[in-house]
């Protein structure tokens, strides 16, 4: 071979070798670089595996009034007609009750009088019985008839009050202050008692009604905080009640939650953070310290030398911003939380913050 080619050939190959030993340098140079990053410290937290299961709004108070006579209907109050307790919501035909009411009440007039009458004689008798025996057998005759007398009158008393009481229930009166939300039947329809006639629902006393199924009741405690949200909305709610029997079919038992959200309308959907587990205690993160690769989940966990160290992790339950990390990691260690898309095992970092938090 030449002189000539055998320097090229040399050449090239101290070339190669320059560049092989320029590029295993330049990682730990790279590593060598500090990375701005900022800090935070995991912490420990007692959380609970939760569910968001649906409820509504509903009234605390929503009847269904109904008919108590049989008549006629005369007049009905409309849909969204606003009432306060008391106010007449319908009334029924009260012609043939106000007749039977005044038949009762002349039937009264004669035992009245009668019965005046016997008394009377009663007294007179009782002064003459002390005279003579055929006055005293008298006596115990119209004593006998005033006692009749009494115990029919009595009866009579007794039949008007319920003619009273069912002429009265030809008007029908709000039980609460409410709105009506339906007609089951409209002016001029015969009635018969136990009819539906209208919905009155009160709503300003509203409450949240849930329904949970039989692994989260014994979680559910007097004191307890339920998350409530919609689609744009978010708020709290505290346990009024619960039906501690389950349903048959669906095994499901009813929670009932006060809450304070204006907005929310009687018949509106909410969804509730219900607790599906007893409360324990782990190790949580912010979820900006995760590195989520396409394998696995991670964090970077900052020593006392300030150098980036790759922990492997598995997340769990979630709690606000925080999430559960299963791992090699203890509360009160140092993670990242900005910065850490640009970090490598080993690599050195500048803390630019270092945020507790609460």
């Given at each position: 071979?030449?002189?000539?080619?055998?320097?090229?050939?040399?050449?090239?190959?101290?070339?190669f070798v320059l560049l092989g030993v320029f590029?295993?340098?330049?990682?730990?140079?790279?590593?060598?670089?500090?990375?701005?990053?900022?800090?935070?410290?995991?912490?420990?937290?007692?959380?609970?595996?939760?569910?968001?299961?649906?409820?509504?709004?509903?009234?605390?108070?929503?009847?269904?009034?109904?008919?108590?006579?049989e008549g006629r209907l005369m007049q009905l109050?409309?849909?969204?007609?606003?009432?306060?307790?008391?106010?007449?919501?319908?009334?029924?035909?009260?012609?043939?009750?106000?007749?039977?009411?005044?038949?009762?009440?002349?039937?009264?007039?004669?035992?009245?009088?009668?019965?005046?009458?016997?008394?009377?004689?009663?007294?007179?008798?009782?002064?003459?019985?002390?005279?003579?025996?055929?006055?005293?057998?008298?006596?115990?005759?119209?004593?006998?008839?005033?006692?009749?007398?009494?115990?029919?009158?009595?009866?009579?008393?007794?039949?008007?009050?319920?003619?009273?009481?069912?002429?009265?229930?030809?008007?029908?009166?709000?039980?609460?202050?409410?709105?009506?939300?339906?007609?089951?039947?409209?002016?001029?329809?015969?009635?018969?008692?136990?009819?539906?006639?209208?919905?009155?629902?009160?709503?300003?006393?509203?409450?949240?009604?849930?329904?949970?199924?039989?692994?989260?009741?014994?979680?559910?405690?007097?004191?307890?905080?339920?998350?409530?949200?919609?689609?744009?909305?978010?708020?709290?709610?505290?346990?009024?009640?619960?039906?501690?029997v389950g349903d048959q079919l669906s095994r499901?038992?009813?929670?009932?939650?006060?809450?304070?959200?204006?907005?929310?309308?009687?018949?509106?959907?909410?969804?509730?953070?219900?607790?599906?587990?007893?409360?324990?205690?782990?190790?949580?993160?912010?979820?900006?310290?995760?590195?989520?690769?396409?394998?696995?989940?991670?964090?970077?966990?900052?020593?006392?030398?300030?150098?980036?160290?790759?922990?492997?992790?598995?997340?769990?339950?979630?709690?606000?911003?925080?999430?559960?990390?299963?791992?090699?990691?203890?509360?009160?260690?140092?993670?990242?939380?900005?910065?850490?898309?640009?970090?490598?095992?080993?690599?050195?970092?500048?803390?630019?913050?270092?945020?507790?938090?609460?």
């Open positions: 071979m030449p002189p000539i080619e055998k320097n090229k050939q040399t050449i090239v190959k101290i070339v590029f295993s340098v330049m990682p730990l140079a790279q590593q060598n670089d500090s990375v701005p990053v900022n800090v935070t410290e995991a912490k420990e937290l007692e959380v609970f595996a939760k569910s968001w299961l649906p409820g509504t709004v509903m009234g605390r108070f929503d009847s269904r009034i109904a008919a108590e006579v109050l409309d849909v969204g007609d606003r009432v306060k307790k008391g106010d007449k919501l319908a009334s029924i035909e009260a012609f043939t009750l106000s007749l039977h009411v005044a038949e009762m009440e002349a039937e009264i007039l004669p035992k009245e009088a009668r019965m005046d009458f016997l008394q009377r004689e009663v007294k007179r008798l009782t002064m003459l019985a002390e005279q003579n025996n055929a006055a005293k057998n008298r006596l115990d005759e119209v004593s006998s008839q005033f006692k009749q007398t009494k115990g029919e009158l009595k009866v009579a008393r007794a039949r008007l009050a319920q003619s009273r009481d069912q002429l009265a229930r030809t008007s029908l009166y709000a039980p609460f202050d409410g709105v009506v939300t339906e007609r089951y039947k409209s002016e001029g329809e015969r009635v018969d008692r136990g009819d539906q006639i209208i919905r009155l629902v009160n709503t300003d006393d509203l409450e949240i009604q849930v329904r949970v199924p039989q692994e989260a009741i014994n979680n559910i405690h007097s004191e307890e905080k339920f998350g409530v949200k919609d689609q744009q909305l978010f708020g709290s709610a505290s346990l009024r009640t619960y039906v501690p499901l038992y009813e929670l009932r939650l006060t809450f304070q959200q204006p907005e929310w309308m009687s018949g509106h959907a909410v969804r509730v953070s219900v607790p599906m587990s007893r409360p324990r205690k782990v190790v949580v993160v912010p979820r900006d310290a995760l590195v989520i690769r396409q394998k696995n989940v991670s964090v970077f966990r900052i020593d006392e030398n300030n150098i980036a160290e790759f922990v492997a992790v598995k997340t769990g339950l979630s709690e606000g911003d925080f999430i559960e990390v299963i791992g090699d990691l203890k509360a009160g260690e140092r993670v990242v939380v900005r910065g850490n898309e640009r970090l490598r095992p080993g690599q050195k970092v500048t803390i630019q913050s270092n945020s507790v938090q609460p």
